[in-house]
């Protein structure tokens, strides 16, 4: 048959009857909703400053695991680049080492006087500008009015850190911020780790750079942030650094359940894999600040859901009340997702008080702003060859020596660690016959109620002498794909099957509406598996899972002598996955993509590797146990038959 016949034949719709577009949402969302519900148990149990205390250590050696771990802050002094005097304060320009050899750039806005200054770490939101937006410059010169010292640093892939920025062309490979955190942070999640890594060691380095300014006092210090400032600043709490005494975030904290029911989108350092296992919700980050002044600034328009932030309020302030501790402060204006003018000035009066500040005194009150071209420290772009950014970090991890023992159990727990194994029970779907060829539409449910479909193409007399399982990207839907493979198979009497699983074909789940590419990031898949993450799985798990299920389903219920798996594209990874649990005899062939095999490697080592789709086939902590290679080696020792095309 030709590839239009195959397209006219997979024209069927049965989701009149058998409805899965919003099936995978729903068991995410709802599982990790009870996950939040444990949680909220545990805070309502806390009674003193000693369980408070408990809470707040295991909170902080959870997240330390989700984020892989407290980076190592490289051992070297800031360099002043150049200072400008803006009257009543100097305008210092910064640059200071994070992690060894990732360089940031930063100012310090310090005021005239003759005695040190409290100091406060700005850390910015989203903003292409970075430290050079008119929002963060606002929020320093209202500190600097206050007699404090403003230390606010460019956040990776912004401002003056455009990791992707290609000189020759003028244009980014990889867009600023949300996108060039997120392409980092997959390759992070295949070590077991996220971007947030390199956004805490950014933090604590730009802290020990603060400390070390004779003019500022180490023992007076703050940190406030918007949005994805806010993020940062929440994250600092949890770790509970002693040399920091007040917080003030702003346009972050909600509470888990009312943002992510609206499927918000949410970047690589946000998203923390496993936490909401420990019962975790932003009332954690303000229970870790229990001993701390905390001001918490929220928009009434914000899509960090103000109705959540009220919630979180008022069940931290119950908590932290039984325990004896300090009470955090809300302020709230009517204004969208920003660090308004309102809210500037809210903060400095916040830190001029927690920090014992002293004002600017007559005509050193009226200080002059910096323009965005004075808050450049190298010209306005830092060189790609001069530091290295998240994505090259990443890619120095290197595995462990494979271990089959180790991979085995490794995907075990991460298959299994919510599912069990299941032999499905299909129904016919569909049947049409052509040109002697029948057709067959077979579903069966998997874990959580998820919907899973096979084609199933076989001639009409007779019976088949082996089976063709198909795996590809887009299952049934994409008969450019499979078309061949099938009438190859046909033409040879054998049977021909191509899977969909609840990511693919038939029973992929609906586009969730974000504006943004099905595949890509912020997309539809992107969301679906922010949600896994955070309750410990993967879509990647389930698609693994899956698989396992449809090849034990078909050798239970479509008798031949031999099977054929036939993996393209990303698939080679699921169908390796699959094999090394359930493997028997079967004979694989492994498409090639662009000459090569699909490979976590190449998305580690590589920064400008392919992503789409790429969230969906990412397992959390896979590339530290095993890669393409290493699979195919155990299946061939194994006894499989292992082809490469």
Same mark, same amino acid.
């Given at each position: 048959m030709e590839k239009t016949d195959y397209e006219k034949l997979e024209n069927e719709n049965f989701r009149w009857f058998y409805s899965s577009g919003a099936?995978?949402?729903?068991?995410?969302?709802?599982? &990790?909703?009870?996950?939040?519900?444990?949680?909220?148990?545990?805070?309502?149990?806390?009674?003193?400053?000693?369980?408070?205390?408990?809470?707040?250590?295991?909170?902080?050696?959870?997240?330390l695991r989700s984020v892989g771990g407290m980076p190592e802050i490289a051992d070297s002094d800031a360099e002043i680049v150049s200072v400008i005097d803006k009257g009543g304060y100097l305008l210092k320009k910064v640059i200071f080492e994070s992690?060894?050899?990732?360089?940031?750039?930063?100012?310090?806005?310090?005021?005239?006087?003759?005695?040190?200054?409290?100091?406060?770490?700005?850390? &910015?939101?989203?903003?292409?500008?970075?430290?050079?937006?008119?929002?963060?410059?606002?929020? &320093?010169?209202?500190?600097?009015?206050?007699g404090i010292a403003?230390?606010?640093?460019?956040?990776?892939?912004?401002g003056e850190r455009l990791g992707f920025y290609d000189e020759k062309t003028g244009k980014e490979t990889v867009e600023w911020g949300v996108f060039a955190h997120s392409h980092a942070n997959v390759q992070f999640l295949l070590q077991g780790a996220t971007v947030a890594k390199c956004f805490i060691a950014d933090i604590f380095a730009a802290f020990k750079a603060l400390r070390s300014i004779p003019e500022v006092d180490g023992k007076r210090l703050g940190m406030t942030g918007c949005s994805g400032g806010g993020t940062q600043t929440a994250i600092t709490m949890l770790l509970r650094p002693d040399f920091v005494?007040?917080?003030?975030? &702003?346009?972050?904290?909600?509470?888990?359940?009312?943002?992510?029911?609206?499927?918000?989108?949410?970047?690589?350092?946000?998203?923390?894999?496993?936490?909401?296992?420990c019962g975790f919700d932003y009332a954690d980050f303000l229970l870790a600040a229990f001993d701390k002044d905390v001001l918490i600034l929220g928009a009434k328009m914000d899509f960090f859901v103000i109705e959540g932030l009220y919630r979180t309020f008022e069940e931290a302030e119950k908590t932290i009340a039984a325990a004896g501790g300090k009470m955090p402060e809300?302020?709230?204006?009517?204004?969208?997702?920003?660090?308004?003018?309102?809210?500037?000035?809210?903060?400095?009066?916040?830190?001029?008080?927690?920090?014992?500040?002293?004002?600017?005194?007559?005509?050193?009150?009226?200080?002059?702003p910096p323009t965005e071209e004075e808050t450049y420290c190298l010209g306005g772009l830092m060189s790609n060859l001069s530091s290295l950014y998240p994505c090259d970090a990443a890619a120095m991890f290197e595995p462990e020596k494979y271990s089959l023992d180790k991979a085995e159990a490794f995907l075990r727990k991460s298959v299994y660690f919510c599912r069990k194994p299941l032999l499905p029970v299909k129904k016919i779907a569909g049947e049409v016959t052509s040109d002697g060829i029948r057709r067959r539409s077979y579903i069966w449910l998997s874990c959580d109620k998820l919907l899973n479909h096979a084609s199933v193409y076989e001639r009409a007399s007779g019976s088949p002498c082996a089976n063709v399982l198909i795996f590809s990207e887009a299952g049934s839907c994409d008969a450019d794909k499979f078309a061949d493979l099938a009438d190859r198979a046909l033409k040879e009497n054998k049977r021909a099957i191509v899977f969909d699983g609840c990511l693919s074909g038939k029973t992929a789940p609906d586009d969730i509406g974000s504006g943004y590419d099905y595949c890509g990031c912020y997309g539809t898949k992107f969301e679906y598996n922010n949600l896994a993450l955070w309750r410990g799985d993967s879509l990647m798990a389930v698609r693994i899972y899956e698989a396992v299920n449809f090849i034990n389903l078909i050798r239970n219920d479509f008798s031949a002598q031999n099977t054929e798996i036939v993996a393209l594209g990303k698939?080679?990874?699921t169908v390796l996955s699959a094999l090394t649990l359930c493997g028997k005899d079967e004979k694989v062939t492994l498409f090639k993509n662009r000459d090569e095999l699909f490979s976590y490697r190449k998305i580690v080592k590589t920064r400008d590797y392919d992503a789409c789709d790429v969230d969906s086939y990412v397992l959390y902590g896979a590339f530290r146990y095993f890669d393409t290679d290493a699979l195919i080696n155990t299946l061939k020792e194994k006894g499989l038959e292992v082809n490469v095309k």
């Open positions: 099936r995978l949402y729903e068991g995410l969302f709802s599982s &990790c909703v009870r996950l939040c519900e444990k949680g909220k148990r545990a805070r309502r149990r806390i009674k003193s400053r000693e369980a408070l205390e408990k809470r707040c250590k295991k909170i902080k050696a959870e997240f992690i060894s050899g990732m360089f940031v750039t930063a100012n310090l806005y310090l005021p005239k006087s003759d005695k040190p200054v409290p100091g406060v770490v700005v850390a &910015c939101g989203h903003n292409r500008k970075g430290k050079g937006a008119q929002a963060y410059i606002n929020v &320093c010169v209202s500190l600097v009015k206050k403003a230390f606010i640093f460019d956040p990776s892939d912004q005494t007040a917080y003030a975030p &702003c346009c972050y904290l909600t509470g888990w359940e009312e943002f992510n029911a609206g499927l918000q989108a949410q970047d690589g350092e946000q998203v923390y894999p496993g936490l909401l296992r809300l302020y709230a204006e009517d204004v969208s997702h920003s660090y308004a003018p309102g809210f500037a000035a809210k903060a400095a009066d916040f830190f001029s008080g927690a920090l014992g500040a002293e004002s600017l005194k007559g005509n050193e009150v009226h200080v002059t698939e080679v990874m």
